[in-house]
């Protein structure tokens, strides 16, 4: 069974950068059909899509946030990692790592980290 | 981007049936998940496919989608069900593929 935890701070200051690693258990992160996807959820609110990264390095990212997203991926450290720039107030979330698993005719995400809590506050 | 519509909440007494609706145009031409998560958890996937449980999901839980509505249903609801379901498609839009539903509250009576 795949096991995904996030690691980073739980604090970030207004206009600074938050950074975010899933490191990965269990399982290759080198197989065709596996998308690393980061995924939020603002404070009562639902789960927001945020990007993946495949293990061959392209990405995609939520054009609300592409212009301050990057992602990476080290399979032989079996990470991936977010970074999110000049964050506000509305980037205070809980962040959750997920493999998403291609299947008949789309991705689902089957495995799901435990969540980070993020606080966005000076 | 694909929008995708559900109630805020659903309540139910136990031992009946919940139904959870996911609206999105013309969803029955696409395949939807759907996940459960209760309260200071990671959602969990208990509907794929639009129809398929993973391992150790119970057959309580089952889906089914036409037209402009998805449906998780839930048989035989019990406390241990009462948590927020989340329906999710992978849309073809290359720019967002990625599309969640709003979240419904399943509360037991």
């Known amino acids: 069974q795949v096991r995904l935890q996030v690691s980073g701070p739980g604090l970030v200051k207004p206009s600074q950068t938050l950074s975010l690693t899933c490191s990965v258990s269990g399982g290759s992160m080198r197989i065709d059909g596996y998308y690393w996807t980061w995924i939020r959820q603002r404070p009562e609110k639902g789960l927001e899509y945020i990007g993946y990264i495949y293990h061959t390095g392209s990405t995609n990212y939520n054009p609300s946030l592409k212009s301050r997203i990057a992602m990476s991926i080290d399979t032989s450290k079996k990470q991936f990692s977010l970074k999110l720039r000049s964050v506000t107030a509305a980037d205070t979330a809980l962040y959750f790592c997920?493999?998403?698993?291609?299947?008949?005719?789309?991705?689902?995400?089957?495995?799901w980290g435990p969540g980070s809590l993020v606080t966005v506050s000076s | 981007s694909y929008v995708l519509t559900q109630p805020p909440s659903v309540s139910v007494p136990p031992g009946q049936t919940a139904r959870i609706t996911c609206g999105g145009n013309?969803?029955?031409?696409?395949?939807v998940h759907w996940y459960q998560q209760k309260p200071g958890q990671a959602p969990v996937l208990v509907v794929y496919d639009g129809s398929h449980r993973p391992s150790g999901i119970p057959e309580r839980f089952s889906g089914s989608n036409s037209g402009n509505t998805a449906t998780l249903t839930i048989s035989g609801v019990g406390a241990g069900d009462e948590a927020d379901y989340h329906c999710q498609v992978w849309d073809g839009n290359i720019d967002l593929p990625g599309v969640f539903g709003g979240g419904t509250k399943l509360t037991v009576l």
């Open positions: 013309r969803i029955g031409s696409k395949t």
């Open positions: 997920a493999r998403g698993s291609q299947g008949g005719d789309g991705v689902c995400f089957d495995n």
